[in-house]
């Protein structure tokens, strides 16, 4: 019950690239934009890539790593 409402708490992001990385993936997280002012470990829960013409993007979304493991969750906004 706890991994879903985990679930709410989610980061989305977006490049002009495509990174070698896959659904599942350990991703570390450092932006204080959205007050994520300490590095936190989230896991790559889903990711679209798209090619057209001569771009390549990338779209995903990261949840914490505590959604799947069942560990108290840490603050990530600390």
Same mark, same amino acid.
């Given at each position: ?12 992001? %977006?490049?002009?690239?495509? =990174? ?9 997280? *450092? ?5 994520? #002012? ?7 829960? %889903?990711?679209?890539?798209? =090619? ?9 979304? *990261? ?5 799947? #493991? ?9």
């Amino acid at each position: 019950m706890r991994g879903a409402e985990l679930k709410g708490i989610r980061v989305n992001f %977006s490049l002009d690239h495509w =990174e070698p990385i896959s659904v599942g993936d350990v991703i570390q997280v *450092l932006n204080p934009e959205i007050f994520i #002012n300490k590095t936190a470990n989230m896991i790559l829960e %889903s990711t679209i890539i798209q =090619e057209s013409g001569e771009r390549q993007t990338m779209t995903g979304t *990261l949840v914490l790593v505590e959604t799947f #493991n069942g560990d108290d969750p840490q603050n990530i906004f600390g």
